[in-house]
């Protein structure tokens, strides 16, 4: 008799490394949400009685908790951006728009444009909305100290079919030195600072730009800043 196991295709090693990725990252959401709500609780009911010392140790954990966090989030979504696609016509006007909305709560936390023809996309809504909201994400925190965000994102139909989108900001730039690593999983730039992150959010964009057949990259911005560009195929490609 044939075990399940017996008729099982042989996974690749990456696949393997793949999904204990997805296990693990997973399965360590709901144990850190445990301990985030119990720091909190511990902060409430005696944050006031232990005094200064006790607070800072209980503000540095909860910053530990949070980057983990992100950490576990980032993993999870970089082992999820290369499965079978959902797609379908995606209005990038309005994703665009939630996740502004999302990003800058009032209208002084950023300048935003917003220009181009906006052509709806054949494309995977979600990993889609990642994509923006990473590289928005990254315009705002990545701007000089002490300096509102500019944004400008526009969209436009490409002569032969499918979209390019750019999203541009007037932020700190990236070194001539981390040009060509700063897609690669885990690399972070010489001049980020103590700006939180985990490395991973671009990589996890490429990954989902080439899974829909697409480019991305990143230019200097004329005038200060990055600008940042992906293109998304028409839909019969
Ligand atoms: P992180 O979690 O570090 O933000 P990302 O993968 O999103 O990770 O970005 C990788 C690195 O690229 C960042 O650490 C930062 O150094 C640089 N970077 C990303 N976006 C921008 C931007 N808009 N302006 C300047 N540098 C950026």
Partial sequence: MQTLEQTREPESPEDELRALMTMASHDLKSPLASVVAHVQMLSEDYGDALGDGFRRDIAAIERGLRRISQLAQDLLQYARADHALDLAPVALRDVVGEVLTDHVAAPDQALVTLDGSWPTVPADAGLLRHVLDNLIGNAIKYAPADTTPQIEVNAVALPGG???????????????????????????????????GTGLGLAICRRIVEHHGGRIGADDNPGGGTRFWFTLPPADQ
């Fill in 162 to 196: 499918g979209v390019r989108v750019e999203v541009a900001d007037n932020g700190i730039g990236i070194p001539e030195s981390d040009r060509a690593r700063v897609f690669d999983a885990f690399h972070r730039c010489a001049n980020t600072g103590n700006r939180p």
